[in-house]
């Protein structure tokens, strides 16, 4: 009898431990938006970077990246001022659209540089071009809804029309991004 009663209570106590567990589960396939800002490029470059991801389904998701540069001074950071990133992402992971993914994307991005001759005054040339490009990373999410991010990728530009030396053939986007998902 003692063995039936122990037994009992195990399953039971089972039982709610699951429903508990698969209650967190749907909670989280619930919240579908994501709002992040990259903090890398923030602190590193002075570039206001924030993206919006759509949730599709515990495998993938759409989103956008907005990129604005604080940046007024020439040194190397200082070449990118604008970009817009729509993007796709693809989860390899068991859990709900976290984990390990591979994205790709398309950029719209400005540049700018200054060209500097002896004896003239510089001269600022800026250029809009778009990019197609891969990234890859992972994306950590906690039971409350914080996520962070790292992910790192490269693109090439399809319009460089010029030799000039100053063109962007390749774009970069990467770094660590902490939001909220809701």
């Known amino acids: ?64 990246a907005l990129l604005i540069s604080f ?21 390899f992971s068991k859990n709900f659209a976290k984990g390990f993914f591979i994205e790709s994307f398309g950029m719209l991005n400005t540049y700018k540089w200054l060209n500097t001759y002896y004896g003239a005054p510089s001269t600022t040339h800026s250029r809009t071009n778009f990019a197609l490009g891969v990234s890859a990373g992972g994306k950590f999410v906690t039971n409350n809804g914080f996520v962070a991010e790292v992910y790192l990728g490269l693109g090439r530009n399809l319009f460089n029309n010029s030799n000039n030396y100053y063109d962007n053939e390749v774009v970069g986007r990467g770094g660590i991004s902490l939001g909220y998902r809701f």
């Not at 396939?29 to 994501?34: G, T």
């Not at 007024?72 to 604008?82: C, E, H, I, R, S």
């Open 1 to 64: 009898m003692k063995k039936l009663t122990t037994l009992c209570l195990f399953l039971l106590i089972s039982t709610i431990t699951l429903a508990q567990e698969k209650d967190t589960i749907s909670q989280n396939n619930q919240k579908k938006h994501e709002l992040k800002i990259n903090s890398t490029n923030l602190i590193a470059f002075k570039w206001f970077d924030v993206s919006y991801e759509y949730l599709i389904n515990k495998e993938s998701s759409f989103g956008t």
């Open 71 to 91: 940046n007024n001074d020439n040194g190397l950071d200082a070449y990118k001022t604008f970009s817009l990133t729509p993007y796709y992402r693809r989860y």
